[in-house]
């Protein structure tokens, strides 16, 4: 496909339950190594599956890049507490260094801002994200502890 189909495929869309299937499908896809970076943790089929089934798409923020076929490239989750959240990510390694991941964070993180959100924790602290956010022109803080990182949204 042109650069503009997969331009056009590539736009992030806020996700909803009916999204469940396609967000368990994305995460199974993923190999112990990106489970462990989306994670924390080289997560069984089993757990993600229970946490897939956890997600609350109605309080949570979701977002996707979705391929010509249906199938998602990409994934944010926001798991939202009052005015923080905590974010992972994920992409595709056949779709990675295309953008995607850039355009995800960029979606998520300005419609939490705009949800009233204030920061954003980053569990492992991933050098991706953290470079992500940090070319978005955000402000981070690293610590020891959870979460590793903490990105300003205001």
């Not at 926001?78 to 974010?87: G, I, R």
Request: hydrophobic share 45%; with cysteine.
């Amino acid at each position: 496909m042109g650069l503009i189909g997969e331009r056009l495929f590539a736009t992030p869309l806020r996700l909803s339950a009916v999204w469940r299937p396609a967000v368990l499908k994305h995460l199974l896809a993923l190999n112990r190594d990106d489970r462990y970076g989306r994670f924390a943790s080289p997560l069984p089929d089993e757990g993600i599956a229970a946490y897939v089934e956890r997600i609350d798409f109605a309080k949570d923020y979701g977002f996707a890049t979705i391929e010509p076929d249906g199938q998602l490239s990409g994934f944010i989750h926001l798991a939202v507490y009052d005015s923080f959240a905590e974010l992972g990510a994920s992409v595709l390694a056949a779709q990675r260094r295309q953008g995607r991941a850039r355009r995800l964070f960029q979606a998520a993180l300005a419609y939490a801002a705009e949800q009233g959100i204030h920061e954003i924790h980053l569990a492992t602290g991933h050098p991706v994200a953290r470079k992500i956010c940090a070319g978005l022109g955000y402000w981070m803080t690293e610590g020891v502890g959870y979460p590793r990182v903490r990105v300003g949204l205001v």
